[in-house]
């Protein structure tokens, strides 16, 4: 059974950092991709970051380019997003997902399975 758990969410401050870190069990790690998703009340879910399996590539959103950063780690199976320079903006509930695709990339149809979200607020 897969399984998506993050943590690592919080308050902080206007222009300070934080890393999430998303633990994921019942798969081989490094055949699929995974993403860093984001909900803001009142708003629709948004990709945030994505990294592909086998290459590693990375895509993210053009409101987080140059300030969010996501990377794996295959041998403790975890996914990290690092945020720097953060925005009242980015304040959302935060989502790790797998993609269930074996070898798939961040493009096309994923079938992702979703963790349960961690709360972020950034205050001004």
């Known amino acids: 059974q897969v399984q998506v758990v993050e943590s690592g969410g919080g308050l902080v401050q206007a222009g300070e950092s934080l890393r999430l870190s998303c633990k994921v069990s019942g798969l081989t790690f490094d055949e699929h991709a995974m993403g860093w998703f984001r909900q803001a009340p009142g708003k629709e879910r948004e990709k945030v970051a994505c990294?592909?399996?086998?290459?590693?590539?990375?895509t993210s959103a053009d409101s987080v380019k140059g300030r969010f950063t996501i990377s794996r780690d295959g041998a403790k199976k975890t996914l990290f997003l690092q945020m720097n320079s953060m925005k009242p903006e980015d304040t959302a509930m935060y989502y790790c997902?797998?993609?269930?695709?074996?070898?798939?990339?961040?493009?096309?149809?994923?079938?992702?399975?979703w963790g349960q979200g961690t709360q972020v607020t950034v205050s001004s």
């Open positions: 997902a797998t993609d269930l695709r074996i070898f798939g990339g961040c493009s096309g149809t994923p079938s992702w399975r």
């Open positions: 990294i592909s399996s086998r290459r590693g590539t990375t």
